[in-house]
């Protein structure tokens, strides 16, 4: 039972359908343009590249092909600050980032780049206003705060960055992995210079992502070797992938409402399940109604989440960010926002998708119940 979709997705069965030929037929390497296959494989990348600006509106220039978010956060965190190195040297960030941002900032940090990272949060996962205001005012080369927050679904409100930009010359990069293909994004209504997608967060397949750069956005590749994708990105394109991550996004293009209306109600489901078949059981994070569609991350009272889980193997669910999964340490995020030690580890994230079905979530609710009052009992025993 997959319930850990924030992590992956599995690949859209019209996603597989696409990227076949590309993988078994059609194999040409879309630089090689002095032959039909390798036309025949260009072609497709820029019908991909299509697909996915006008999902984000964007045009496609600005569609920047990466294997994926943590490449693209790289590239736009290091490539502007490298770009801007000789002026402020100076990076914003918050401490609820995902490591993909927070671990380049960290290098460039010891590569003598100040650094200033946001602490205070509302129990919502919130930005303080004043203290986002106060970080920006000295100076800053670039402010990187992601769409929607991978573990507690806090969807960002950008419209003070957007008067502040008034004010100030900042390059602002969004890491928007989560939000891609479950809430609507339009980069020409966003003070947004620079924008992180992931293929396999949206029924695409894993390896592939790309970097949306504003026109006008300056910044330097951190991988040579061809001076592919307009020189931002060396490197032999992922054909087969980024034909599936385009179709993808097609898909999310014409079913967004579709596919929203159901996250919601299922995640909102699944909340009024888990309150009625369990007893302290706490939902960290937004409101159902104010966090991202899927999103659900809950403390029960008593019960140590990795043990839990334990428990419940068919269950597929997690205590956190995948790409911290191998740190003893509980979440960053969790704690960032108020939870103490001993509630961040007795957290656990469900992650729903479009596939997720009523049946699933009560198949779900009842093992995780019941493998709860199992715990609980044995603890009092102990």
């Known amino acids: 039972m997959y319930l850990d979709n924030n ?5 859209d069965p019209r996603v597989f359908e696409a990227m076949a030929p590309y993988l078994l037929e059609e194999y040409g390497n879309p630089a090689s343009t002095t032959h039909e296959m390798g036309r025949r494989a260009k072609e497709a990348v820029e019908v991909a590249r299509q697909k996915i600006a006008s999902l984000i509106h964007a045009t496609p220039e600005e569609i920047v092909f990466t294997s994926g978010a943590t490449e693209s956060n790289n590239l736009a965190i290091r490539g502007v600050c490298t770009h801007r190195s000789a002026k402020t040297r100076r990076i914003v960030t918050s401490l609820l980032e995902h490591r ?50 991978n573990e507690i679904g806090t969807i960002g409100d950008f419209n003070l960055i957007a008067e502040l ?62 001076g592919h994708e307009g020189g931002k990105r060396s490197g032999t394109l992922n054909v087969g992938g980024i034909v599936g991550f385009g179709t993808a996004a097609g898909i999310v293009a014409a079913e967004l409402s579709e596919i929203r209306t159901h996250l919601q109600r299922l995640t909102t489901e699944c909340w009024r399940k888990l309150t009625r078949k369990i007893e302290g ?7 159902i109604d104010e966090r991202l569609p899927g999103n659900l991350n809950i403390t029960i009272d008593g019960v140590d989440a990795e043990t839990l889980t334990l428990k419940i193997p068919r269950i597929c ?66």
């Not at 992590?7 to 690949?11: C, G």
């Open 281 to 287: 059981v706490y939902l960290n994070g937004p409101p």
């Open 165 to 226: 930009k008034s004010r100030s010359k900042f390059v602002f990069h969004c890491d928007a992995a989560q939000a891609l293909g479950k809430i609507a994004i339009d980069v020409r209504q966003s003070p947004v210079d620079l924008m992180s997608f992931s293929g396999h967060k949206l029924h695409g397949p894993k390896g592939v992502g790309a970097l949306y750069v504003r026109r006008g956005t300056r910044l330097k590749p951190v991988i040579d070797g061809g």
């Open 317 to 382: 669910i997690s205590t956190g960010s995948a790409c911290t999964s191998a740190d003893p340490e509980p979440s960053h995020v969790l704690q960032a926002i108020g939870l103490s030690e001993m509630a961040a580890r007795a957290s656990i994230r469900i992650g729903l998708s479009r596939f997720t079905t009523d049946e699933e979530v009560d198949f779900a609710v009842q093992a995780i119940a019941d493998a709860v009052f199992e715990l609980r009992q044995l603890n009092r025993e102990l």
């Open 100 to 149: 993909a941002v927070l671990d380049p900032i960290r290098r460039l940090e010891k590569e003598s780049f100040e650094v200033s990272r946001l602490k205070g949060f509302d129990r919502k996962g919130a930005v303080d206003a004043e203290e986002l205001s106060g970080a920006i005012a000295p100076s800053c080369d670039l402010l990187s705060l992601m769409l929607a927050n």
């Open 7 to 11: 992590s992956t997705t599995r690949v």
